[in-house]
């Protein structure tokens, strides 16, 4: 299954780690929105133009270091359909660099309608007989909180298109525990309850590596909740958000790997995406400044959890 290939990506570089390309306007070298500027003018094509030359600078420098990238949707989405070219050219660039990619889009819907969420962001879309790619992700990140049938119409197309889900359990937001902490008349949590199932739907997408096709969102800002799942939960494999500018470090994230240092894959955005402005680094060292985040952030967590595989 695709997340077999995330497993092999992260043993071969030693990183468990994805680069979250999340990127704001105010994120960007002033240098490179005046060259897409000066083309496009300051419009939406302007400004997708230069996210689009910061996520391909970025990536030729984070690609023989990180096994992953992953865009969140909300960015390019913002940018109208400019972005949302963007979001494509950034899928492909990335995968022509050996990445595996996570849609970060959060989806969630029932049916045919989340069929088609599925057609756009894993697999294709017919056309008069042919079938096309639009977007062409590795795994995209859904929302399960409709119940299987939100998640059954995705299943079908990961195992013909070897293809993978990372499904909200417990997300890293301060919030989360309104909903998700709350236990049901059996005594168990909805996040355990939502982990739970996502085990019993990745039976149906098995893998080679133990984990399943059917991962799992866990958020670094609660490591016990990472250490609970991480037992109970042996072959669903963890998106962990959190680490980084909202506060995870190495030691929240520990607890969702198993003895052999797989199990999760950790993301960071903001920290790799800002590490020039962080470091007081000259604009045109934007790219530089990020590998040497991602180099640290892998080193971090390395550490703790010794080597993989």
């Given at each position: 299954m695709s997340l077999d290939t995330l497993i092999e990506k992260i043993i071969q570089k030693q990183n468990p780690t994805v680069a979250g390309l999340d990127p704001k306007l105010e994120y960007i070298p002033s240098y490179l929105k005046e060259e897409s500027y000066q083309k496009f003018g300051k419009t939406l094509e302007g400004?997708?133009?230069?996210?689009?030359?910061?996520?391909?600078?970025?990536?030729?420098?984070?690609?023989?270091?990180?096994?992953?990238?992953?865009?969140?949707?909300?960015?390019?989405?913002?940018?109208?359909?400019?972005?949302?070219?963007?979001?494509?050219?950034?899928?492909?660039?990335?995968?022509?660099?050996?990445?595996?990619?996570?849609?970060?889009?959060?989806?969630?819907?029932?049916?045919?309608?989340?069929?088609?969420?599925?057609?756009?962001?894993?697999?294709?879309?017919?056309?008069?007989?042919?079938?096309?790619?639009?977007?062409?992700?590795?795994?995209?990140?859904?929302?399960?909180?409709?119940?299987?049938?939100?998640?059954?119409?995705?299943?079908?197309?990961?195992?013909?298109?070897?293809?993978?889900?990372?499904?909200?359990?417990?997300?890293?937001?301060?919030?989360?525990?309104?909903?998700?902490?709350?236990?049901?008349?059996?005594?168990?949590?909805?996040?355990?309850?939502?982990?739970?199932?996502?085990?019993?739907?990745?039976?149906?997408?098995?893998?080679?590596?133990?984990?399943?096709?059917?991962?799992?969102?866990?958020?670094?800002?609660?490591?016990?909740?990472?250490?609970e799942l991480r037992i109970e939960f042996p072959h669903t494999f963890f998106l962990v958000p959190g680490y980084g500018a909202q506060g995870g470090g190495a030691s929240d994230v520990a607890p969702a790997f198993d003895a052999s240092g797989l199990g999760a894959v950790i993301n960071a955005s903001r920290s790799i995406l800002c590490a020039w402005q962080k470091e007081n680094a000259p604009e045109q060292e934007f790219a530089k400044a990020a590998a040497r985040e991602a180099i640290r952030m892998r080193d971090d967590i390395t550490e703790k959890i010794g080597r993989i595989g």
């Open positions: 400004a997708a133009d230069a996210v689009l030359h910061f996520n391909k600078a970025l990536i030729d420098e984070l690609a023989p270091i990180v096994p992953a990238i992953k865009p969140q949707c909300a960015y390019y989405e913002a940018l109208g359909w400019p972005g949302m070219r963007a979001l494509a050219e950034t899928i492909s660039y990335a995968k022509e660099k050996g990445l595996f990619v996570i849609t970060d889009g959060k989806r969630n819907d029932i049916g045919s309608t989340m069929e088609a969420y599925a057609d756009a962001h894993l697999g294709k879309t017919e056309v008069e007989g042919q079938k096309f790619a639009a977007f062409d992700g590795d795994a995209l990140t859904v929302n399960g909180y409709l119940g299987s049938d939100g998640i059954k119409p995705l299943l079908g197309l990961c195992k013909r298109e070897d293809k993978g889900i990372f499904v909200l359990v417990k997300t890293s937001n301060p919030s989360s525990g309104e909903l998700q902490d709350q236990k049901l008349k059996n005594g168990k949590t909805i996040y355990y309850t939502m982990g739970m199932m996502c085990e019993q739907w990745g039976e149906l997408l098995p893998g080679a590596y133990v984990y399943s096709g059917v991962g799992a969102v866990v958020g670094a800002t609660y490591p016990e909740q990472l250490r």
